[in-house]
């Protein structure tokens, strides 16, 4: 896959971006869907902390903002580039070596199930250097630990500028513990995401 170069001196191959947030960051979504420039050429998934409910509302709605296809997630479901990725309510969610999702429903961490950590730490382990995370605004310390795996196993991590979030306690947490690479507000995290992009046209 091609390498995209960001205008932080990094050299990015991406095969996966996943995104984590809680409060706030849903706002934040709704800003960054409509902008996406498909096909994309990596999978974007998508962790939010939600309220426990089977319904698919939050899936509806994303899919009103965009045209690149959104799936809650089902357990089995095969990763395809160029699809949006939610986690569902009340369920871990982890990538797997035979390019599947899985569901689990262990007790929760960081009070939160589905868990950034654990979606961020299992996509480190699968995707490598090919994974980008990105954190959004939240209210807990949910997502640090899953950007530091990331950065260990050579990926990339963005953090939204805190002052930019609506609850910037989660992000700022990244960024005292060292693990964000790049720091950007909602438009800067638009072109990025869109930069990493190598199927658009240019």
Do not use: W
């Not at 089995?76 to 070596?97: F, M, N």
């Amino acid at each position: 896959m091609a390498k995209n170069r960001l205008n932080a001196g990094h050299s990015v191959d991406c095969s996966v971006v996943v995104i984590g947030g809680s409060t706030g960051s849903i706002d934040v979504l709704l800003r960054l869907l409509p902008a996406l420039q498909p096909p994309l050429s990596f999978a974007l998934i998508i962790v939010v902390h939600r309220r426990n409910t089977a319904d698919s509302t939050l899936a509806h709605l994303f899919s009103l903002k965009t045209s690149v296809p959104v799936k809650e997630v089902d357990d089995k479901d095969v990763i395809r580039p160029g699809t949006i990725y939610l986690a569902p309510a009340d369920y871990h969610l982890l990538l797997e070596r035979d390019g599947t999702f899985s569901l689990d429903d262990s007790e929760k961490i960081n009070y939160s199930r589905p868990s950034i950590d654990v979606t961020f730490e299992s996509a480190a382990d699968v995707c490598g250097s090919q994974l980008v995370g990105v954190l959004l605004s939240g209210a807990n310390a949910d997502g640090t630990a899953g950007l530091k795996a990331i950065k260990s196993t050579g990926g990339f991590t963005v953090v939204q500028e805190p002052d930019t979030a609506q609850v910037g306690f989660m992000p700022q947490q990244a960024i005292s513990g060292g693990v964000a690479d790049n720091v950007l507000d909602i438009p800067g995290l638009i072109r990025f995401i869109n930069d990493l992009n190598t199927t658009r046209s240019r």
